[in-house]
């Protein structure tokens, strides 16, 4: 069945490093990929999502393109603040499916 | 806007009890989501329903879990008997259409420690 992997954490971060995430599914056809946020002591969130190949989702400084030739969907950030310490979970979704995620990474930023 | 809202908070049972927990979806949002997220895993499906009908529970432990969504709004989950591997955060979402390329909208969840 479909599934997705991500880079094992944590990952610790000095504010203003530079962040990737990696992230790879396994899917028939081509579902939709998002990522997800859940700050401490929230709930998850939506960060981005893309829908085709070569889609890039962006949010908040984040960025993430949809590469259907590695089926990856690695998430990008330029310069990290401590704010963004949270864990961050891969999904996909195929059309009028729930979602399946990732085991999800978590991501400490210090000043 | 109000969100989804979980209750309880917190749940600790022993093994063998019953438990229910409780969601309230965001207004006028057809599809309703429980799932289940163990220490150091990702959310995984337990069931979804459209309005009040059920679209995916393959993944739902029916001899023990059972799930109801009255009235296409409430929904309520129920675990009779309690497993120790019961232990876990059970969150509930909701979306507004059809799934798929939806932005899900989730709940604080309900952290269940089975004894």
């Known amino acids: 069945g479909d599934s997705v992997t991500q880079m094992e954490g944590p990952v610790t971060l000095s504010e203003e490093a530079f962040l990737t995430i990696n992230c790879t599914y396994t899917?028939?056809?081509?579902?939709?990929l998002f990522w997800y946020v859940q700050y401490p002591g929230e709930g998850l969130q939506l960060l981005l999502k893309?829908?085709?190949?070569?889609d890039k989702g962006s949010n908040k400084g984040f960025e993430a393109t949809y590469r259907k030739e590695t089926t990856s969907f690695h998430l990008e950030k330029g310069s990290v603040q401590v704010s963004d310490s949270a864990v961050y979970f891969c999904?996909?979704?195929?059309?009028?499916?729930?979602?399946?995620f990732g085991k999800g990474t978590t991501l400490s930023v210090s000043s | 806007e109000a969100g989804v809202a979980q209750s309880p908070r917190y749940k600790i049972i022993e093994k063998r009890q019953s438990v229910a927990f409780w969601c309230n979806p965001i207004?006028?949002?057809?599809?309703l989501y429980w799932y289940q997220q163990i220490l150091g895993q990702g959310p995984k499906l337990l069931i979804q329903?459209?309005?009040?009908?059920?679209?995916?529970d393959s993944q739902l432990p029916k001899d023990r879990f059972s799930a109801e969504r009255l009235k296409g709004v409430d929904s309520t989950l129920k675990i009779q008997p309690a497993k120790l591997e019961d232990s876990a955060v059970y969150l509930c979402?909701?979306?507004?259409?059809?799934?798929?390329?939806?932005?899900?909208?989730f709940g604080s969840g309900t952290q269940l420690s089975v004894l």
């Open positions: 999904a996909l979704a195929h059309a009028g499916t729930a979602l399946i």
């Open positions: 899917a028939t056809g081509y579902p939709s």
């Open positions: 893309a829908t085709k190949a070569d």
């Open positions: 207004s006028g949002h057809a599809t």
């Open positions: 979402a909701s979306s507004l259409g059809v799934p798929g390329n939806e932005k899900l909208f």
């Open positions: 329903f459209q309005n009040n009908g059920v679209v995916d």
